[in-house]
């Protein structure tokens, strides 16, 4: 999104939560006077609403300027909506403790303290959804192509596929890869999922003006300065813009740490390694939740047994063999969603195969199982992976488990992938699932591992609800 569309989207936000810091107030009002929550009110201390207008205005002239410090009307803030609700969460509850000390130095400007707990708390409830609605509108038409940075990357190495994955991982940012340049032949001539190879850099000219591109990433490594600044230069004349990702030396960008010393930048490495204790906490929350999950489930457990049954003929769960943490082989379970002798039948349907990859997935497969079909499109037939989770093979949120097939085919990049215990659940299938093409669900499963952290596991288990319940990319 250019600066000037960005400018738009910021004076809608601002004249969007003005009306919605005010109707908070007036549903505070409501709980207060109305539903009289947690403390009664007097008839003798009972006020029209319009004695607490002059409250709401100046609450709504402190809470704009704290958002804004919260950087809520920032382009820089195009972050997960998580990041989000925390800087609205923080800018209320200071704005609202400014109103209180307010309060106490000039009374009139309320008459009941209490009010302004239950504005906070609309406030926030509000303010939350409408960043929501705004994130849905906007990939809404990010989808269509609206409202997006086209994006050329030059340099398709560890740090362009590190970008890469950064953008597939947060669609937010509204950046559509064109593609990629690559010097090297066999780099500059191969597709990376969708992302389209271009061939050498001296394309550049000719690909910024066919493709209209709006932002040129540069990833080549240090030793490249002059052509950085040769680069730098073709995009200047073909008025687009350009940034340098700076490799530092071919690390990691993981682990580059950044700090300020007064001004002064100051560049370090990051301790790499998950700690310990945060491994055992992992660890910890998938023994009890899916000891927990097995004892609440198994009733539905019973149920899909009893159809698969009397559906088809066959055993109830289908187990094979996948590669787990560190290349480890271990058998995965699930229901069963396929005939008998499905997986014989593969080489006859290679013909039919949607994926990309070593990957294979037909999206009206005619092995499917009527139950088998219902079992797919509602991911109940990955459930038995519970016991999985369990026993230490898996995890409730990793990368998505390979089979031993696929992984023989990988390229040395990808094999990153097995460095975590997979999982029920991760970013490839809140992200698109069997939308997704085989390197970009890797680039996912990367990103995860580079920044996994507990929050990043809260919000993709409170965005797989919505996809399970919608069936968003399973087949």
Not at 150 to 167: D, F, S
Not at 195 to 207: E, Q
Not at 275 to 294: E, Q, V
Not at 393 to 413: F, H, N, Q, T
């Amino acid at each position: 999104m250019s600066n000037r569309h960005w400018r738009l989207v910021s004076i809608a936000l601002v004249l969007s939560d003005i009306v919605l810091i005010n109707l908070g107030f007036i549903l505070a009002y409501w709980v207060r006077y109305e539903l009289q929550l947690l403390r009664p009110v007097e008839e003798a201390h009972f006020v029209p609403y319009t004695a607490y207008l002059p409250a709401a205005a100046l609450l709504t002239l402190i809470l704009l300027p704290a958002y804004w410090l919260e950087g809520m009307y920032s382009p820089v803030r195009r972050t997960a909506w998580f990041d989000q609700v925390y800087g609205i969460f923080n800018g209320t509850t200071s704005g609202t403790v400014i109103m209180i000390v307010l309060n106490y130095i000039y009374p009139p400007l309320s008459k009941s303290r209490l009010i302004f707990l239950y504005a906070t708390v609309l406030i926030v409830i509000l303010l939350s959804i409408s960043r929501l609605v705004l994130r849905a509108v906007l990939g809404y038409l990010r989808k269509r192509g609206i409202g997006v940075n086209k994006v050329l990357i030059v340099g398709a190495g560890k740090v362009g596929r590190t970008v890469m994955r950064n953008i597939v991982a947060r669609p937010s940012l509204g950046y559509q890869i064109v593609g990629f340049v690559d010097d090297n032949p066999d780099k500059g001539r191969t597709d990376i999922g969708r992302f389209r190879a271009l061939g050498p850099v001296a394309n550049l000219a000719r690909i910024i003006q066919e493709e209209t591109i709006d932002e040129v990433i540069i990833t080549l490594p240090w030793m490249y300065h002059r052509k950085i600044i040769s680069i730098m230069s073709e995009c200047q004349r073909e008025r687009v813009r350009a940034r340098l990702v700076p490799d530092l030396f071919q690390m990691t960008l993981s682990q580059v740490d950044v700090d300020d010393l007064g001004g002064v930048p100051l560049v370090g490495i990051k301790e790499i390694a998950i700690p310990r204790w945060k491994l055992a906490a992992k660890r910890a929350l998938d023994f009890s939740a899916s000891l927990l999950g097995l004892l609440l489930c198994w009733p539905i457990f019973l149920l899909i047994a009893i159809a698969i049954k009397l559906d088809s003929p066959g055993p109830v769960l289908f187990k094979q063999v996948r590669v787990g943490k560190g290349g480890r082989e271990f058998t995965l379970y699930k229901f069963r969603t396929m005939r008998v002798g499905a997986e014989e039948e593969q080489a006859a349907l290679r013909a039919l195969n949607e994926a990309s990859g070593p990957l294979f997935k037909i999206r009206d497969d005619p092995r499917l199982t009527r139950v088998g079909k219902f079992l797919r499109r509602t991911s109940l037939d990955e459930l038995p992976q519970i016991y999985n989770v369990l026993r230490g093979e898996m995890s409730l949120i990793g990368p998505r488990p390979p089979l031993p097939s696929e992984v023989a085919a990988y390229l040395p990049w990808q094999r990153q992938r097995l460095e975590v215990s997979p999982g029920m659940t991760g970013l490839w299938q809140v992200s698109g699932r069997s939308e997704l093409t085989f390197d970009e669900m890797c680039l996912l499963d990367i990103y995860y591992i580079e920044h996994w952290s507990p929050a990043l596991d809260a919000e993709i288990l409170l965005r797989t609800i919505p996809k399970v319940l919608f069936g968003d990319g399973a087949y």
